[in-house]
């Protein structure tokens, strides 16, 4: 099997977020050719694969009915980094969101972007992101920019690093999201991001295409259309997503086969896309023994491999690379490779995301216009 890299440049997240600037009038490229507007709302959905939307019509309705074109979401597949893409308009090499779970370099420890919690030194979201958001570059050119999504992620690390620029709106009902969306697209010039993140969760804990998830994403469909219906003239509403989702059918535990710890000085990442940081000096047999063990479930790359081959985009700024595993390891079966001792939460789950498959890569990109 061959990994799908993700297409930056074309269709990537990346690409949405840069031509969401050009479409509001400003010097940015648009390379999906989207089509001008005074104002952008970007529906995000945690977890609407495009796969998993598609093999479930019956309960979507309204999004099944404006199915288009797919995007890619970049790699890791998974919500810290494809939302800094989305926050920069950058591919993850160059704005250094490069999983879920990283090492921060000269530490010993690793970093977890998502929850921003270290068990080392505090880290300032603008050390770790530096780049401009989109959210700043659009509040620079005169465009009212707003978040409305949950109360308690307004202040957190994770948020200043990819949401830095935004009027924040707390807001953790449906029906208090879609006021907030109405009243910030009141503004003549706007740019309004609302995200649901249930729908993942179901997928996480019960697996996709299970009752729960199958609610969820009722509940999103009716969501879209209700956001569809607080449109004002002049606006169009980009539904999308920030990965799909697998459910697993083999673990591999990292915490129950030796070999898979020897030389191992931090294993980050997460179960479908683990970044494998070595003991000095020890990178080339960790390299060999994952690769034999994990022959025929997942593919084995060097750092060197996984940047050539373009993963994380065409470029990755060297003061990034170790960020990255010395080894990372991409399951492409249904199996994950967990770490029942070191993430028993995680362990748990039946939903996985992270790896370059179609199934957790292919995210929708529908568009409900009111121009």
């Not at 979201?125 to 620079?140: G, I, L, S």
């Not at 307004?154 to 948020?159: A, W």
């Not at 998830?213 to 003239?233: I, S, T």
């Not at 915490?255 to 479908?272: K, T, Y």
Request: glycine share 12%.
């Amino acid at each position: 099997m061959t990994p799908l890299v993700p297409a930056y440049g074309e269709a990537s997240l990346a690409d949405l977020s840069a031509s969401l600037l050009a479409v509001l009038g400003m010097d940015s490229p648009n390379p999906l050719g989207l089509a001008p507007v005074e104002r952008v709302l970007l529906f995000l959905v945690d977890g609407l694969g495009a796969e998993l939307l598609r093999a479930h019509p019956e309960r979507a309705p309204f999004l099944s009915s404006r199915l288009g074109r797919t995007l890619t979401a970049g790699f890791p597949a998974t919500t810290a980094t494809s939302l800094g893409t989305l926050g920069t308009a950058l591919t993850p090499g160059e704005h250094g969101m490069l999983g879920y779970q990283v090492a921060a370099p000269g530490t010993g420890h690793l970093f977890n972007c998502l929850r921003w919690t270290t068990p080392g030194e505090p880290i300032e979201p603008e050390d770790w992101q530096p780049a401009p958001t989109v959210f700043e570059r659009a509040a620079a050119a005169g465009i009212a920019v707003g978040y409305v999504g949950p109360a308690y992620f307004e202040g957190t690390g994770f948020n200043q690093a990819v949401y830095r620029g935004v009027r924040f709106v707390g807001a953790d009902e449906v029906d208090d999201r879609i006021e907030g969306v109405r009243r910030a697209l009141a503004e003549p010039r706007a740019h309004v991001t609302v995200y649901y993140g249930d729908l993942d969760s179901a997928g996480h804990q019960s697996g996709w295409g299970g009752p729960a998830w199958l609610d969820q994403l009722a509940r999103v469909d009716r969501m879209a259309e209700r956001l569809a219906g607080v449109l004002p003239p002049g606006s169009a509403m980009y539904v999308t997503a920030d990965h799909g989702m697998i459910n697993a059918a083999e673990r591999v535990d990292a915490d129950a086969v030796p070999e898979l710890r020897e030389g191992v000085a931090l294993l980050g990442g997460e179960a479908r896309a683990r970044h494998v940081y070595a003991a000095p000096g020890a990178a080339g047999a960790v390299l060999e023994t994952w690769r034999g063990l994990l022959d025929g479930k997942a593919w084995a790359v060097s750092r060197e491999e996984a940047v050539d081959s373009g993963w994380f985009g065409p470029r990755v700024r060297d003061t990034w690379l170790p960020r990255i595993g010395d080894v990372v390891a991409v399951p492409y079966t249904d199996a994950v490779i967990i770490a029942s001792e070191a993430e028993p939460k995680e362990s748990s789950f039946v939903g996985y995301h992270g790896s370059l498959t179609p199934a957790e890569q292919y995210v929708p990109l529908l568009e409900v216009s009111t121009r």
